[in-house]
Nanobody, 118 residues
């Protein structure tokens, strides 16, 4: 099992920055990739950014150039630096960890609220 705990959400004005953190514990060795998803009211959960065990990153188009995903292997942590925030970034942000073998399984954190005011 893997446990994920997010922190760092809050209220910020448009154009501001926030840094989300996700601390992982448990059977970390089984994890192949980690990432961040978000879900706005009335919308489906969407992928924001991912980082693989090899360090490759992927971003959804709407955050490219503004958000940066990174990790600290020693701390079993993944981060999301969010700059130039927009009101449309308002959502609950969830940390995600993926185990591929023997079967794909997704672990989720409890979520952290990010609110961007205009």
């Amino acid at each position: 099992q893997v446990q994920l705990v997010e922190s760092g959400g809050g209220l910020v004005q448009a154009g501001g920055s926030l840094r989300l953190s996700c601390a992982a514990s448990g059977t970390i060795f089984s994890i192949n990739a980690m990432g961040w998803y978000r879900q706005a009211p009335g919308k489906q959960r969407e992928l924001v950014a991912t980082i693989t065990s090899g360090g490759s990153t992927n971003y959804t188009d709407s955050v490219k150039g503004r958000f940066t995903i990174s990790r600290d292997i020693a701390k079993n942590a993944v981060y999301l630096q969010m700059n130039s925030l927009k009101p449309e970034d308002t959502a609950v942000y969830y940390c995600n960890a993926v185990r591929v073998l023997p079967l794909r399984y997704d672990y989720w954190g409890q979520g952290t609220q990010v609110t961007v005011s205009s």
